[in-house]
């Protein structure tokens, strides 16, 4: 496998990060009382489970304690992704279902998460509150465990094909509305914004479902044979490690990014205040215009990037162009229109996800008409994070002071992007831009000319 470090949509960074980070604190209220809630409910649910439904085989409790202790272990093996996670559970689940009595199967699962998250406290990896509140993760043993006995179909044999692929269904079904319901609780997530995740979760459980099923009815008349399945878990465990370490290098890499923004951002502001307090302006202004635009995080991030970074060319224009008291002449304006490319030449050094940010930074002057520079691009063919940059800062440099001219108030330079929408702006940004800034406008819109 490959060394290099995975690629991670801001979207996918920003949960795994919060995921990582929930997962040490100490639970909030909101969590917690999610998380007891969840607890309380699946013990009694699993509880009566075992008491009420008869089992179709006696407890062998060596058997019984093996199958939890492999798979407290199986399920420490995570392949994270983003606000979800992946594990090879299966490989012991399933054959817990059918060669434990089914109707225990979910206390021992959720002992095992207990276990499991205990051994991880002492480890000091997890929060001491989240291994109480284990069993709130625990719900999804309980709908197969319910199929296979309303279905009669405790025991492992290929003539009850369908009432294992009932519970298969049912597991996921019911840990997807769990696990919506937590990410809700805890991360304010909506079932959409981590859809994603989960199915690549799932699609990993009913990929490893017929691998747990086939050891199981392999192991009917020997069940202690079915650990020979953990030589696979213990594969799994090594390609976790692995992809842990990639993911570990992909979200340090990104942090790098981000420093090398906020360091060339400081030589922006050291080498020229005006330009530095309008680059933090702008910025902020962009990332509000790129909300109203609902555009996703992967943009979002790329626009904030680009916006931090429009003017970062600057630094090689000479400081007496920068500072005239007045407007530059046609020489000094050829020079100074190269900053776009110099700031794209300077991204490109940097590489990866900053050349990204270079084909920005060199789009951020050209003009919806086609008659911006450097390379007069028109419409669609400007990167949109450029167009939503340009009006920003248009709309930013009207309103602040310079040394040759007062600046505008926040109505006429709104009247003067209305005048420009179409020409020289993208109007939909503009129409994002002044409803943003229309309360300092003294107005709450402004309509486009037609």
């Not at 997530?189 to 994603?196: D, G, V």
């Not at 940097?350 to 911006?372: K, N, P, T, Y």
């Amino acid at each position: 496998m490959s060394s290099t470090a995975p690629a991670l949509n801001a979207a996918t960074e920003r949960r795994y990060e919060e995921t990582l980070e929930r997962r040490r604190r100490k639970s909030d209220r909101r969590d917690l009382l999610g998380a007891v809630v969840l607890s309380a409910s699946f013990t009694v649910a699993a509880i009566a489970l075992a008491v009420l439904a008869t089992p179709a085989r006696d407890l062998n409790p060596l058997l019984a304690l093996a199958f939890a202790a492999a798979y407290a272990l199986a399920v420490r093996i995570e392949f994270t992704t983003g606000a979800h996670f992946a594990v090879p559970t299966q490989l012991v689940f399933v054959p817990m279902l059918l060669l434990l009595p089914t109707p225990l199967v979910p206390l021992l699962v959720a002992a095992a998460y207990v276990g499991s998250d205990l051994a991880a406290v002492v480890r000091d990896r997890l929060a001491v509150g989240r291994a109480v509140i284990a069993p709130a993760d625990t719900w999804f043993a309980i709908w197969p465990a319910l199929v296979l006995v309303l279905g009669d179909a405790q025991l492992p044999s290929w003539d009850l094909w369908a009432w294992y692929a009932g519970a298969l269904a049912a597991q996921l079904v019911g840990d997807a509305a769990c696990t919506a319901l937590r990410a809700r609780l805890a991360l304010g997530l909506r079932p959409r914004e981590i859809a994603s995740d989960m199915l690549l979760a799932y699609r990993v459980d009913a990929l490893l479902f017929p691998v747990g099923l086939l050891a199981a009815v392999g192991a009917a008349s020997q069940p202690w044979a079915v650990l020979l399945v953990l030589p696979i878990v213990a594969l799994f465990a090594s390609f976790a490690r692995e992809r842990e370490a990639r993911i570990d290098g992909a979200l340090e890499l990104s942090q790098a990014y981000r420093g090398t923004a906020l360091l060339l951002g400081d030589v922006i502001e050291a080498d020229d205040a005006y330009t530095g307090q309008h680059t933090q302006d702008v910025v902020e202004l962009t990332v509000a215009v790129a909300d109203r635009l609902g555009v996703d995080a992967e943009t979002r991030r790329a626009a904030e990037f680009g916006a931090l970074l429009h003017d970062v060319g600057k630094v090689a224009i000479p400081n007496e162009i920068i500072n005239k008291p007045g407007p530059l002449d046609d020489a000094e304006w050829e020079i100074m229109r190269t900053h776009t490319i110099e700031g794209q030449r300077m991204l490109d050094r940097v590489g990866g996800f900053m050349r990204e940010v270079g084909l920005i930074v060199r789009g951020s002057h050209e003009r919806f008409d086609g008659g911006g520079y450097p390379d007069g691009l028109a419409g669609e063919a400007i990167p949109f994070e450029a167009r939503v940059i340009a009006a920003c800062d248009a709309y930013n440099a009207m309103t602040t002071t310079r040394p040759y001219r007062a600046a505008s108030d926040p109505a006429t330079a709104a009247a003067e992007l209305v005048r420009c929408a179409g020409t020289q702006f993208d109007p939909k940004v503009v129409e994002a831009l002044l409803a943003e800034v229309g309360p300092l406008a003294g107005t709450d819109a402004f309509p486009l000319a037609a």
